[in-house]
C-alpha cells in the first residue's frame, strides 16, 4: 500500500533521528556542483539578498546568464542545459544508488563522483556533503525517495544514495531534510522559504510545500511579494499545497489596485501575472468595461513593443478577462477597427457582446449566474452603471436607455448619493443619466430623483424631448413618470426630484411597487424633433 506523502506536517516528530548513526540505515551523499551559480559561490540563492527584489533579480540575472550561455554556442552546452534543469526545476534531480558506500564523509569535503558523467569539463564538483538518513522517514514524506529506495535498491548491500545538486539549493536541501524529520522548518526569512519551497518541489515533499505556503501568507504582503508568488515555476503555483498562497498574492494584488484609475500609471509597470489577477476581480473601480480595455491595449503596447507578441497575448490571456458585454456600442466599433487585436477573435468578442444586449433580461442572469460564465458576464464595481440602449434615427433621432439599479445600491444612496450612468449618444451629443437621494423642497423629506444631462462639448445646444418611467408591480409594465422637453447646452441637466412622489422609506419599504426582485428598472425616452 502506498504511503499518503500528502499529509501535514504534524505527526511524529523524529528531529532526535536527524544525521544519526543509530537511528539510520543508509548515507545520503549530496555532490554540490557549480550548476547556475558562479564558480565558488556559497550558500542558497537569497544568501546576501536583503529583500524579495534582491532575491528575485538574483535568480532571473542567473536565468539570463544561463540563457546567454546557452544561445552563445558554447562548447558545454549539455551542460550548461543541465544546469538550467536544476534551476527551473522542471525536471526530476539527479539521484543514484551506489552499490559500494564509502565513510562517511564530513560537511566541505571534496570528493570524486564514482559516476563517468561527473567527468564533463563543464561541470565543476564544489564539495561533497554525506549525512546519515532513515529511508522509512524520507520514502514516508516524498514519493520521490519512496521510488528511489524501493525500485533503486537491487541488493541489499546497497546502503549509498547520491543526491546531485546546484550550490544555490544546498542550504534549502538541508532546510528540506530536515523538516522531513522534524515537521518544523528554523527559518522564516522569505527569501529561503521560498527556496525551501522549489527544492520541496522538486523531491516532491508535500507537506514542506504547503508549510512554506502558510508561513509565507502569515508573512505581510506587498507588491513586490505577491508577483513573485504569481512567477513560480508552473510546476509549483499550480499546486493544489501552494494555491492558498497564489490566491492570497491575487487577492492582494486586486485589492491595492481596485481603484485602477488612480494607480494606471503604477500598474503599467506590473508583469502579466500581475494584471491578469487585478482584471480577474469583480471589484475594479473603474469608469466602465471602456477603461478596462483600453488600460489592457495601452498596458499591451508597452510591454510587448512586436505587434506579432502583443497580439499573441492579447488573444490568449488578456482578453478572455475583458467584459465586451458592458463595453458601450461606440467602443465596441473601436475594437472591430482595433490593428492590435487579430480580427476574427475581435469580431467574434463583439458579436457575442452584441448578441448578450440584445437577450432578455431573464437570460443576461441566467448567463451572469452560471458558474461557467459568471465571470465573463459579471458586471465589476463600476463607477458609471451600464446602460442598455435602443436607437432609431428615422422619422427623427431618438434613443431609448434602460437603468437597472439594485436594491442595495439605491440603499447606499441615502442620504445624499449619487449614481452615474455609463454616457449614450444621439444625435452626435453625448448623454448621461444619475439617480439621487435627495431632500424634496415642498415636503422637507428624503426621496429619489431621476435627473438626465448631456456632456459637456463646446457650446452647442439641443432641444430634447424627454420621457422616464419605471416598471411597476403587480404588472412589471413600465408607467410614465415625468415628460417634459429641455434645451441642453454642455453640463446642463434637467430631471425630476421625487420620481415617484413618496418619501425615502416607503420608497425603500419591503412591499415597495417599484423594486421588482430587488430590482429598480428605469427608462428614460430621447427624442430630438428640432435640428
Known amino acids: 500500500m502506498d504511503p499518503d506523502f500528502s499529509r501535514a506536517s504534524g505527526g511524529p516528530n523524529f528531529e532526535f533521528a536527524f544525521n544519526s548513526v543509530n537511528f539510520s540505515d543508509r548515507v545520503l551523499r549530496i555532490e554540490i556542483v557549480a550548476g547556475d551559480d558562479a564558480p565558488g559561490a556559497k550558500g542558497a540563492a537569497g544568501e546576501g539578498c536583503s529583500s524579495l527584489a534582491d532575491w528575485a533579480r538574483h535568480r532571473k540575472r542567473r536565468r539570463e546568464e544561463l540563457r546567454r550561455g546557452k544561445e552563445s554556442g558554447a562548447n558545454c552546452k549539455v551542460e550548461a542545459e543541465e544546469c538550467d534543469t536544476y534551476q527551473e526545476g522542471n525536471e526530476e534531480p539527479v539521484a543514484m544508488i551506489e552499490e559500494s558506500p564509502p565513510d562517511i564523509e564530513q560537511d566541505g569535503e571534496d570528493g570524486e ?20 538518513i532513515s529511508s522509512a522517514i524520507l520514502a514516508a514524506k516524498s514519493p520521490f525517495f519512496y521510488k528511489l529506495f524501493s525500485n533503486g535498491m537491487k541488493e541489499s548491500d ?43 518541489d522538486k523531491f516532491e515533499v508535500v ?34 499545497a ?42 475594479l473601480q473603474v469608469a466602465s468595461e471602456d477603461a478596462i480595455y483600453d488600460f489592457v491595449i495601452k498596458w499591451a503596447r508597452a510591454q510587448y513593443p512586436k505587434l506579432e507578441e502583443r497580439r499573441e497575448i492579447l488573444g490568449t490571456r488578456l482578453l478572455p478577462l ?25 469580431t467574434k468578442c463583439v458579436t457575442e ?60 444612496l441615502f442620504p445624499s448619493g449619487r449614481i452615474y450612468s455609463q454616457a449614450f449618444h444621439l444625435a452626435g451629443q453625448g448623454f448621461f443619466l444619475s439617480a439621487h437621494c435627495n431632500m424634496d423642497q415642498q415636503s422637507a423629506f428624503y426621496c429619489f430623483g431621476l435627473f438626465l444631462g448631456m456632456q459637456e462639448k463646446g457650446s452647442t445646444s439641443v432641444t430634447v424631448d424627454y420621457e422616464f418611467a419605471a416598471r411597476t408591480r403587480p404588472s412589471g409594465e413600465f408607467v410614465s413618470k415625468y415628460k417634459g422637453y429641455y434645451t441642453f447646452t454642455g453640463g446642463k441637466a434637467v430631471g425630476y426630484r421625487n420620481l415617484f412622489a413618496i418619501p425615502w422609506p416607503s420608497f425603500m419599504a419591503d412591499d415597495s411597487l417599484f423594486f421588482i426582485d430587488g430590482v429598480l428598472h428605469l427608462r428614460a425616452e430621447l427624442t430630438i424633433k428640432q435640428p
Open 113 to 132: 563522483s564514482s559516476d563517468s558523467s561527473w567527468n564533463m569539463e563543464c561541470t565543476q564538483l564544489l564539495r561533497v556533503k554525506s549525512i546519515y
Open 158 to 200: 546497497q546502503r549509498h544514495a547520491t543526491l546531485r545538486i546546484t550550490a544555490s539549493e544546498e542550504n534549502a536541501l538541508m532546510e528540506l531534510l530536515s523538516f522531513m524529520y522534524s515537521g518544523k522548518l528554523a527559518t522564516n526569512q522569505p527569501t529561503l522559504l521560498l527556496d525551501i519551497l522549489m527544492i520541496a
Open 207 to 240: 507537506s514542506c510545500m504547503r508549510h512554506c505556503s502558510q508561513l509565507l501568507r502569515s508573512l505581510p504582503m506587498t507588491t513586490e511579494s505577491a508577483l513573485l508568488y504569481l512567477d513560480l515555476p508552473s510546476s509549483i503555483s499550480m499546486a493544489t
Open 242 to 283: 501552494v494555491q492558498p498562497l497564489t490566491d492570497t498574492a491575487k487577492e492582494f494584488l486586486a485589492n491595492k489596485y481596485k481603484d485602477l484609475t488612480k494607480f494606471q500609471d503604477e500598474a503599467m509597470t506590473i508583469p502579466l501575472a500581475g494584471i491578469e489577477a487585478i482584471l480577474w476581480s469583480n471589484d
Open 322 to 346: 475583458v467584459r465586451f458585454c458592458h463595453m458601450t456600442c461606440r467602443k465596441l466599433r473601436k475594437v472591430l477597427a482595433c490593428s492590435d487585436l487579430d480580427h476574427e477573435q475581435a
Open 353 to 412: 457582446a452584441l448578441l448578450y444586449k440584445a437577450d432578455a433580461p431573464h437570460r443576461q442572469r441566467a448567463l451572469a449566474a452560471d458558474v461557467m460564465t459568471c465571470r465573463k458576464y459579471a458586471e465589476r464595481a463600476y463607477k458609471y452603471r451600464p446602460l442598455k440602449v435602443v436607437e432609431f434615427d428615422r422619422p427623427y433621432p431618438q434613443c431609448i436607455a434602460y437603468l437597472d439599479l439594485k436594491r442595495e445600491e439605491c440603499s447606499r
